[in-house]
């Protein structure tokens, strides 16, 4: 258990479909983090937020949008995806984004299949 | 663009034998370097970190090392056990603004009992 916990564990949806995934982290951090991981591809970064807001979008496709309501939790909306989206969405913390030093929590990750 | 690789991209060894995975990188003006462990379907935890200015780190059976000038970085594993059976990742981070990681593709261990 590493403190980051992600809804849901798996998660099939249609192309036309709007669903969300969700992130929440119990380790009073300030930044939160999603990345993809796909087969073919080296883990990737999408978004960053500190203290609630967005500092970094890794050009990542509009039919990806998150939202950070406050620093525990950490969604990822999902609408109108194409297959070549399905994959394995971690979710992650650390203390301070902009702290040297510091490590990352991963979440175990929610697996998506676009279909 | 800094780009993380690692090899063997796939390992497999009986257990008991001491082992090395290997990381390289092509921007050697990285700020740290962190190892990872991955099990299947799950997220990732974090193994050892080493500082730019740090030449290595140990943890248990774990020694990771770091050459920065050349761009490598190798993760020993002593006495290896089939609990050790996992995809390892590097990861480099970028600069001292943010979590900014670029991680290489991993390499799947398994070791045999």
């Known amino acids: 258990e590493t403190g980051v916990t992600q809804t849901p564990r798996h998660l099939v949806m249609g192309m036309t479909n709007k669903k969300s995934l969700k992130c929440e982290q119990h380790?009073?951090?300030?930044?939160m983090y999603w990345y993809k991981q796909s087969a073919k591809k080296p883990l990737e970064l999408m978004f960053v937020?500190?203290?609630?807001?967005?500092?970094e979008n890794n050009s990542v496709p509009s039919r990806f949008s998150p939202e950070c309501p406050n620093s525990s939790h950490l969604f990822l909306h999902l609408h109108t995806l194409q297959p070549e989206d399905s994959a394995l969405y971690l979710c992650?913390?650390?203390?301070?984004?902009?702290?040297?030093?510091?490590?990352?929590?991963f979440g175990e990750g929610s697996w998506l299949t676009v279909v | 663009k800094q780009e993380v690789t690692q090899i063997p991209a796939a390992l497999s060894v009986p257990e008991g034998e001491n082992l090395v995975l290997n990381c390289s990188f092509t921007?050697?003006?990285?700020?740290?370097l962190q190892w990872f462990r991955q099990d299947p379907g799950k997220g990732l935890t974090s193994l050892l970190l080493i500082q730019s200015s740090q030449r290595e780190q140990t943890s248990g059976r774990l020694n990771a090392s770091l050459d920065k000038s050349s761009g490598r970085s190798t993760l020993y594993i002593a006495a290896s056990q089939p609990g050790d059976s996992a995809t390892y990742l590097c990861a480099v981070r970028r600069d001292n603004y943010g979590q900014n990681f670029v991680f290489g593709p991993g390499t799947r261990l398994s070791v045999l009992p």
């Open positions: 937020y500190s203290l609630e807001e967005r500092v």
């Open positions: 921007d050697s003006a990285i700020y740290n």
């Open positions: 992650a913390s650390s203390p301070g984004h902009f702290l040297s030093g510091n490590t990352i929590y």
């Open positions: 380790l009073g951090h300030n930044a």
